[in-house]
Structure formats: C-alpha cells, structure tokens
C-alpha cells in the first residue's frame, strides 16, 4: 500500500535547539518526496523537495530509501519555523501526492 | 493571476443542497488539482486536469461530486446533496506541467455542511 506515515502530530522545542520532524513512506516504486509547509493562515506552500536537493530557510531532508525515510532537518530552530508541516509523495514523474497526517511544530522562546 | 484563487473562502450550506466551488488557477498553468482536507488528516487527491479534460478522477469519493474546466482555466468542482460528511476545506492546486516539481495551492474553500 502506498502511504506516508508522520509519527508526530505535535512537536515543540525550544528555539535555538535542533529540529527533526520524521516521515516514513510505503511505496512500491521510485517515489518523489516534498515537504510541504502552512504558516498559520496561509496557504500550503512547497518546502523542498528531494530531487533538487536543497536547503530553504535551513531546513534539508535527505531520502533514506533503505530505511524509506524522508525525515525534514534544522540545526537550530527559529520561532518563524513553526507551523504544520506535510510530507508528500508522489511516483516518479506523476502528479498524484500522498499526504501525510502532518506535523505540528512550535518553536518555544 | 499571482496565485491560485478559491472562492468562497467559507461557504455553510444544509444538507442536501447543492455547492460549486470555484478555482482560478496560476495563468499558463495547464494542471490543475483538486484536493480535500478534513479535520485532522493530510490533503486527499480528488481529481487532477490537463488542460479541459479530467485525467483523473479516481478520488472523487461517489457520484455526487463531479468537477469541469471547460475553457482550459477556471475549473469548478461541484457536490449535489451534500451530506455533513463532505465538510472539510476543499484545495484547489496548479502547475505549470504535471509531475515532479510540486503545486501551487489556493487558500481552500471551507465548506460546512449542516
């Protein structure tokens, strides 16, 4: 079954401290993955995703795919970084995402 | 447009009418995607176009929901009988091609059914 697992529904730190929020996928086949992110009242709005690997506003997430693993990274945690955050993904080349549950961060002054 | 634009913001309707909920995607972009959010849970495919016709509608959940895009743009999705079930915030998403690169989500539409 195809399916995108965040263990997380909530996850505070406080601010200055590292950030890792988990997503494991199901997946038979070479899947693309995205993190997607929503501020409070805006819209969803796409993160990264693993094919360009980048970095934006410090976050990384590196694809683990013998551990199926997408997990999103920061060294230090910003009070701006919290907000709900949805992994993704999609089959190769296709348009069709599978969400996650998603994961609740707050940053703690 | 700037972005991907979702009227209403907010709609209420009792159970058993009829909603349309519009979507006006990113000019040029030629997918376009419905999804739905309920209460808790990630963003669920509904339908995605290419261009006019709906390449696939398979997460449209029954017969009841039904979505057009006749000139290629603006698309509408559309519940008859609606049923408290269907509540939830319905987003809209385009891109400029299908596959790979990610969408540009609207604001969603949150409908209410009561």
């Known amino acids: 079954a195809q399916r995108v697992t965040q263990p997380e529904k909530l996850l505070s730190v406080f601010k200055g401290a590292p950030v890792e929020l988990k997503c494991n996928y199901s997946?038979?086949?070479?899947?693309?993955l995205f993190w997607y992110v929503q501020y409070s009242r805006q819209r969803l709005q796409l993160l990264l995703r693993?094919?360009s690997r980048e970095s934006i506003k410090g976050f990384t997430a590196d694809l683990n795919k013998g551990e199926t693993s997408f997990h999103l990274k920061k060294p230090f945690a910003q009070e701006e970084d919290s907000a709900m955050y949805y992994c993704?993904?999609?089959?190769?080349?296709?348009?069709?995402?599978?969400f996650g549950t998603g994961t609740r961060l707050k940053v703690l002054a | 447009g700037a972005g991907v634009s979702q009227t209403p913001s907010n709609k209420v309707t009792e159970k058993g009418k009829y909603v349309e909920l519009r979507c006006d995607p990113i000019?040029?972009?030629?997918?376009l995607y419905w999804y739905r959010q309920s209460l808790g849970q990630g963003p669920e495919f509904l339908i995605y176009?290419?261009?006019?016709?709906?390449?696939?509608d398979s997460g449209l959940p029954n017969d009841r929901f039904f979505a057009v895009r006749p000139e290629g743009s603006v698309s509408t999705l559309k519940i008859q009988r609606t049923e408290r079930g269907d509540s939830a915030v319905y987003l809209c998403?385009?891109?400029?091609?299908?596959?790979?690169?990610?969408?540009?989500f609207g604001s969603g539409t949150r409908l209410t059914v009561v």
């Open positions: 993704a993904l999609s089959g190769s080349g296709t348009y069709k995402y599978i």
């Open positions: 998403a385009s891109s400029l091609t299908s596959g790979g690169y990610g969408y540009t």
């Open positions: 000019s040029g972009h030629t997918a």
């Open positions: 176009f290419q261009g006019t016709g709906a390449a696939d």
């Open positions: 997946y038979s086949g070479s899947p693309e």
């Open positions: 693993h094919i």
